[in-house]
């Protein structure tokens, strides 16, 4: 009977002992293949991420072509609107119904009004467009803007920019606090025209700097964020003017001269289209195209 139970251990034993060995081996053999798992997974994540630098590398390397190309040939339309109102024989007021005619027709062009923001990121951050761009833009800061062209570029669905007089805010006929705030927070940026619209290249150096320095200042009081862009009153600047603005932290300028923009005008000499009460639909049409 002794000699049946010390064989029954010693079996008990061996079989402990193979279920023992077999767990480690079963334990080996699991581990091995997690971790085969984990190196293969991780040589895909290598391999993913390799692919997606590849991915981008190459976006980027289109864009820059696409940008190189543009930044060679793209003339962009800079629209140079006043008034908009009812005013028989002054050119420089369009209609509201004339007006919507030519945001109609900017539409059926295939055109995208941009914000100046975008138009720094081409010329400056070499950002190509993916769409045909053009700029609409108010000069002087009358309350017909938010009356009167607010309404149609909302139906639109357009962005522009309204270069303000930032003494004469505030008082008859032009813009108030409120309706800054309000264009600006929706699609219409309000930028400086400089602060008592002088004509910058007859100022001095000091009075030039104060003009620009205090409307920047005013419409960043408003506004409470940062200004950046600016419309030379008159269209009257020199190299001074130029140093001014940008020693002020304006971005971009536009002048009056005619034409298309394009990234060889520089940053501060941007070339604009005026127009005038005067031009039919067709003639616009031939302007900005």
């Not at 025209?193 to 007859?202: D, Q, T």
Request: hydrophobic share 35%; aromatic share 14%.
């Amino acid at each position: 009977m002794l000699c049946i139970m010390e064989k029954k251990k010693k079996y008990i034993t061996v079989f402990m002992i193979i279920i023992f060995l077999a767990s480690i081996v079963g334990f080996s053999f699991f581990n091995y293949n997690e971790k085969k798992a984990n190196y293969a997974k991780g040589l895909s994540a290598v391999k993913k991420s390799k692919d997606l630098k590849k991915q981008e590398i190459a976006k980027k390397q289109r864009e820059l072509k696409i940008y190189e190309d543009q930044s060679n040939t793209m003339k962009i339309p800079i629209l140079m609107y006043h008034w908009i109102e009812d005013g028989k024989g002054d050119e420089l007021k369009v209609s509201k119904e004339k007006f919507k005619g030519e945001m109609d027709i900017v539409k059926q062009s295939g055109y995208t009004p941009i914000s100046f923001d975008e138009l720094y990121d081409f010329i400056n951050n070499k950002k190509p467009f993916s769409i045909k761009p053009i700029l609409i833009t108010f000069d002087d800061g009358y309350e017909d803007n938010y009356v009167n062209a607010y309404p149609v570029l909302k139906e639109f669905g357009f962005k522009a920019t309204v270069f303000a007089i930032t003494d004469l805010i505030n008082t008859c006929p032009y813009l108030s606090d409120k309706e800054i705030i309000e264009l600006s927070k929706n699609n219409v940026d309000v930028e400086s025209h400089a602060a008592s619209h002088s004509k910058l290249s007859f100022l001095s150096y000091d009075r030039q700097y104060d003009e620009l320095k205090r409307s920047k200042e005013r419409l960043e009081e408003i506004l409470h964020k940062k200004e950046y862009y600016l419309a030379y009153p008159f269209g009257k600047y020199n190299r001074d003017t130029i140093d001014i603005a940008h020693k002020l932290g304006y971005r971009l300028a536009a002048c009056t001269k005619e034409g298309f923009a394009s990234k060889a005008d520089g940053n501060y000499e941007l070339k604009r289209i005026y127009i005038s009460n005067n031009y039919s639909l067709e003639e616009f049409k031939r302007l900005i195209n």
